[in-house]
């Protein structure tokens, strides 16, 4: 009788619980230099920033993030494919404007948008979807709201870009696109779990990086308000086109999370509200970490394709919209 096989011992890896031990050790240790760091006036400038922009966005985040996981658990793929128009062309916008009743974050819609293409929706109608659920659900738009109280229109701007940004990407999609371009998506840590626990593993799966890149973004915003000297923020603020820009490259580098993404808009207060509704309209469908998740997802043929033609189709929308709601600075 053979003796049994025994699996090679796997090397242990440094996990965040690691990392974040060391980190409070470290903080532990050093604690006299810390204290006299934090009298430094830049720096309790930056640390009421960034615990400002953090506190009012992680209830927004927990709250996408849920909604996004009961969405990829509990809602058929088989649902939106009979409730489309069957002509892609029609089910385009239809899917867009999906986005409006059936929210979730941008880190979830991507695999929602992988079920989709999977479960026989058109890819440009999928595509549409992707883009729009991040960026004009619910909670996104009450977030904007909440960030901008003075500025209602700034609600109904974000929304209105945002779906014509998604329309016209499905219909470029389909006009342009190629099926070859895109691989057919898996989400393999949900394979063969139950309801709830597959619920609370896609929560868990999208919450953990959504909060690093939250926490990221909040402390770049706030290194820029405090660090950047204020004439140069301001030279480029005081350039409408060049200001637009640099809000729509700025958000494709933060890869905040669109239920956070207001609130650091909002601290952006040396932009005009046209440069800042290009920011939020860009930060939900182009940034790092999308472009990342759409490689893994798709492949890295669309995502080459997609996000470029994404970001230039989303800044022209955005100036276009704001030009219009108040006019051209």
């Not at 006299?36 to 506190?55: C, K, N």
């Not at 308000?225 to 086109?241: E, G, I, M, S």
């Not at 820009?245 to 700025?250: I, K, N, S, T």
Request: net charge positive; glycine share 8%; hydrophobic share 60%.
């Amino acid at each position: 009788m053979k003796p049994a096989a025994t699996l090679p011992a796997r090397p242990r890896r440094l996990g965040s619980v690691e990392v974040l031990a060391a980190i409070l050790l470290l903080a532990l240790l050093s604690r006299g230099e810390l204290a006299g760091l934090l009298d430094q006036p830049e720096v309790r400038t930056w640390l009421t920033m960034f615990v400002s922009i953090v506190l009012q966005a992680v209830p927004f985040l927990v709250l996408g993030v849920l909604l996004s996981a009961a969405i990829t658990v509990f809602v058929p793929a088989g649902f939106f494919a009979r409730a489309l128009p069957g002509h892609p062309a029609l089910a385009v916008p239809a899917a867009a404007a999906a986005g409006v009743v059936l929210p979730g974050c941008e880190c979830g819609s991507v695999p929602v948008a992988g079920a989709l293409v999977r479960r026989g929706v058109t890819p440009a109608a999928a595509l549409a979807f992707l883009l729009s659920a991040p960026a004009i659900n619910p909670v996104v738009l009450i977030a904007t709201a909440v960030a901008f109280p003075a500025e209602p229109l700034m609600v109904l701007a974000r929304g209105v870009a945002s779906l014509v940004v998604a329309v016209l990407m499905g219909w470029l999609w389909l006009r342009l696109g190629r099926t070859e371009w895109i691989k057919l998506p898996r989400r393999p840590e949900l394979t063969g779990l139950a309801r709830w626990p597959a619920f609370w593993a896609s929560a868990r799966h999208d919450l953990l990086p959504a909060g690093g890149f939250l926490v990221l973004g909040g402390a770049l915003a706030a290194t820029l308000n405090v660090l950047v000297p204020a004439r140069w923020t301001q030279a480029v603020a005081d350039q409408p086109v060049l200001s637009v820009l640099a809000l729509g490259v700025l958000a494709v580098l933060l890869s905040m999370c669109s239920e956070a993404d207001a609130f650091v808009a909002a601290s952006l207060t040396q932009f005009s509200l046209t440069a800042r509704l290009a920011f939020l309209v860009v930060g939900p469908m182009v940034d790092l970490k999308l472009f990342a998740m759409q490689t893994g997802t798709f492949g890295r043929s669309f995502a080459i394709r997609f996000a470029p033609a994404t970001f230039v189709v989303a800044v022209l929308v955005a100036a276009g919209t704001g030009a219009l709601v108040w006019g051209w600075p």
